[in-house]
């Protein structure tokens, strides 16, 4: 199904209102907090609590990444693990800055599997 312009245009005017408000609440975020606060915070952990922060969020991803492409060699249509992490990865950042929630990611997971 290929999308009209019509069609692409309509979505956009309707996510617009809502990456403006986005936009306005990471705003009042970052003017209560400040940036150095955000900026500065990883400074002031300890490296062994930074490196496990790193671990318990690439390790699900990873993990995650490489099941996705386990279960594509078992449909017979392998790939690379460091390519089915990056499709993992991509996925994770589009249904977190989609509008939508998880819907943002599931045409993508489509696409890919597909």
């Known amino acids: 199904m290929t999308a009209t312009r019509e069609s692409v245009?309509?979505?956009?005017?309707?996510?617009?209102?809502?990456?403006a408000l986005a936009l306005a609440l990471l705003a009042v975020t970052l003017w209560l907090v400040g940036v150095g606060g955000i900026v500065g915070?990883?400074?002031?952990?300890?490296?062994?609590?930074?490196?496990?922060?790193?671990?318990?969020?690439a390790g699900p991803l990873t993990a995650r990444g490489a099941a996705i492409g386990r279960a594509l060699a078992i449909l017979g249509?392998?790939?690379?693990?460091?390519?089915?992490?990056?499709f993992q990865l991509l996925v994770t950042c589009s249904n977190n800055v989609a509008p939508s929630g998880q819907v943002g990611g599931s045409p993508l997971a489509g696409l890919f599997v597909s």
């Open 77 to 86: 249509h392998p790939v690379s693990v460091p390519r089915a992490v990056a």
């Open 9 to 19: 245009l309509c979505h956009a005017r309707q996510s617009l209102p809502w990456f």
């Open 41 to 57: 915070a990883p400074g002031e952990t300890s490296p062994g609590g930074f490196a496990l922060v790193i671990v318990l969020v």
